[in-house]
């Protein structure tokens, strides 16, 4: 349409260079700490079979009853741009046959994930994830280890944020647990909101995530699956919780943990933060020991979770540690005859490290000194008839001998 002002999509937002070096910084410092527990960077499509999701995340969740971008494609075939990325995981995890690898397999993974959600501060229809998966062990140190791993990121993130921890059970027990909270919703029908009464025979856990008041009420007394749990997950749980006490980890307990998708068994955890609006969930998870069985594979236990870059950064009260380039080098070229010079001394302190760029612009030296400045250089090096290097919080320069010379006098 000729005239009409194009804008990014509702939900959507661009990353400019000021956000990015934040995102960036996130996502290496993730990549230090994960790699260093042994979890392997791994990437799936953006799109998957609509299946996939259907089955992965249940029919009966909010997010596949109503926040997938599906669409058909030419061939007719109904894809789903992902809303989560666990269901994609265990589906490359099946197809690569995994399971005949060492187990526990650890990966993770980060990039865009939608849902169509009302957009508002803190929830997109276009969102980054981070997310870190552990297939094959129901080692409780798993469990442990991953919250702990999450906590870590958080902290070196400079987000505070509170844990919260419950365990599901297993399927037996949720689906006996689940016949005595429909008996009990059922008993308090008339208080409930529309929602939640419509939901009683797929998702009653559901209805502890309501902010209805009636609901609410109802909800205050119904009857709590952790109070269900059979030996060996309260055994698991016991586990978890002592590896937890002992990392140091702070949790607290939160027996209406519920979370949105179906497939969560045993531990399941959210770290949320006070700095945040509305949307206090910065990353959360949990086991989900029976989903790669459903999605067609062998039985194989899991544990993972997510946590969102924008609301990490949002939640953040201080740059995110990892200093990259704490050298950066501006080359100011006073005549435009010593442009090869500051060329060659530009990829020599790229070379040694250092972030490094040179006039390019055809600014007067004052103007490149303002350029300096702008992009925070800690060095200026002249590049004029004498070589020149300016430490900019000093104010101190002197002459050096060559471009090696140089070079040194940044990088020491
Ligand atoms: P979930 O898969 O729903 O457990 O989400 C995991 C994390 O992803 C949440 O804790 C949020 O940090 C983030 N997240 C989920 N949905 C959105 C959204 N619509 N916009 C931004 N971040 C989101």
Partial sequence: MAGSKLQAPRGTFDVLPADAVRRDRLVGLSAHVLEG???????????????????????????VQKEMFTFEDKGGRSLTLRPENTAGICRAYIEHGMHKLP??????????????????????????????????????SLDAE???????????????????????????????????????????????????????????LRAFDSDHPGTRSAMEEAPRLIDRLDREDID??????????????????????????????????????????????VGGGGRYDGLVEKLGGPAT???????????VLLASQRE???????????VVVPKAEERPLAFRLVQAL?????????????????GQMKQADRVDATHVVIAGDSLEVRDMQTGEQHEVASVEDAVRAVTQ
């Fill in 350 to 366: 790229r070379d040694a490290g250092a972030l490094a760029e040179m006039e390019q612009a055809g600014r007067s030296v004052k």
């Fill in 320 to 330: 995110v540690e990892g200093a990259y380039f704490p050298m950066r080098a501006y």
């Fill in 146 to 204: 991953l919250i702990v791993l999450l906590a870590q990121i958080l902290e070196r993130s400079g987000v505070k944020a509170r844990l919260l921890l419950s365990s599901l059970g297993n399927a037996d027990t949720r689906a006996e647990y689940g016949e005595e909270l429909r008996a009990h919703l059922g008993a308090h029908e008339s208080e409930l909101s529309d929602e939640v009464r419509s939901r009683i025979d797929t998702n009653p």
């Fill in 103 to 140: 187990q526990p397999v650890k990966l993770w993974s980060w990039g865009p994930f939608f849902r169509h959600e009302a957009p508002q501060a803190g929830r997109y229809r276009q969102f980054t994830q981070l997310d870190v998966e552990a297939l094959g062990s129901d080692d409780p």
């Fill in 236 to 281: 698991h749980f016991g586990e978890v919780r002592a590896l937890l006490e002992q990392a140091g980890c702070a949790y607290e307990l939160d027996p209406t943990l519920v979370r949105g998708l179906d497939y969560y068994t045993r531990t399941v955890f959210e770290f949320e933060s006070d700095d945040l609006g509305a949307q206090r969930g």
């Fill in 37 to 63: 527990a042994g979890y392997a960077h791994t990437e799936t499509p953006i799109f998957e079979d609509t299946a996939l999701f259907a089955r992965g995340v249940g029919e009966s969740t909010d997010i």
């Fill in 301 to 311: 236990p899991g544990v993972g979770w997510a946590a969102g870059v924008e609301r």
